[in-house]
């Protein structure tokens, strides 16, 4: 069938490359040339990478690649599509806009899903006139390597709607989980639970960002631990996250000093080079934090003034 992705960053690109590559016509929109550029740069390198790691033939590749279309215009991208997949930033606003451009555009069929991590799609689906037709399809990072996408039924969404996106899942060779909308939906909220013990943690001197990783990998075969996890998805998208949980869910998900100021000094992890991790052309050469030693003559300050710990 045919997929219009809008957003060609890091989770958008990475959609678009596993509906090709699951045998689907893609069209991929961002609102620049060179952002649309640069996305399908990512997903052909994505691809050879997978070639000399004997993953993806060379014929696979190169049919996944001519599948993909890009466009800076959003009727070109959506205009005739099956499904319409959003990787947007994430803002209510701007995604519940984006769920309303679309819907003027496409077929009373298409389906419409959003990439959120966290917001609500009961919320972003009322913003269309048939919300029925809305779902999540929630995609983790890296796409084109992480099998789960969490499905995320609105109150809205009728059965056929998400019977369509399970089954768009299952054909791109990933697992479907499906969730009742809900803060956080069951990824994001479990995630994000370890990541702020993590960085407490860290705050508080208690071990150093290898060994709480450490930890994780070898004693609960995780595959990555939860402060190099957080410096991969990025800081700020943690900070958004817990800022927003700890408005529906309460204080437990309070974001911890030392995120606060991380985010402030603009390391926001592996996309700027430096988190609680330093990062070189995409591994990780060194830390920010010695091991067992409190991290920051603030840490143990409220941000809200309060004088107390996070706890």
Known sequence: MKVGVLG???????????????????????????????????????????????????????????????????????????????????????????????????????????????????????????????????????????????????????????????????GIDKTAVEVNDSPGFASSRLGVALGVEAMRMLQEGVAGPEDIDAAMELGYNHPMGPIELGDVVGLDVRLDILEHLREELGERFRPPQILRQKVRAGKLGKKTGEGFYVWEDGEIVGTTVEQGAPTDRDATRSDDGDGGDDE
């Open 8 to 170: 060609a960053g890091t989770m958008g690109h990475g959609i678009a490359q596993v509906a090709a590559t699951g045998g689907h016509e893609v069209t991929l929109r961002d609102i620049e040339e060179n952002l649309v550029a640069d996305g399908i740069d990512s997903i052909e390198e994505n691809l050879r990478g997978g070639v000399e790691r004997d993953k993806v033939t060379e014929a696979e590749m190169e049919a996944a690649l001519d599948r993909i279309t890009g466009t800076t215009d959003l009727e070109t991208a959506v205009g005739d599509a099956d499904l319409v997949v959003e990787a947007v930033p994430e803002e209510m606003d701007v995604k519940r806009q984006t769920f309303s451009d679309v819907e003027a555009l496409v077929d009373p069929e298409t389906v419409v899903a959003s990439n959120t991590s966290s917001l609500s799609l009961t919320e972003i689906a009322s913003a269309l006139d048939d919300p029925s037709r809305a779902v999540g399809l929630h995609f983790f990072n890296p796409v084109h390597i992480m099998e789960l996408v969490e499905v995320v039924v609105p109150e809205q969404a009728s059965d056929e709607t998400v019977a369509f996106a399970t089954e768009f899942v299952d």
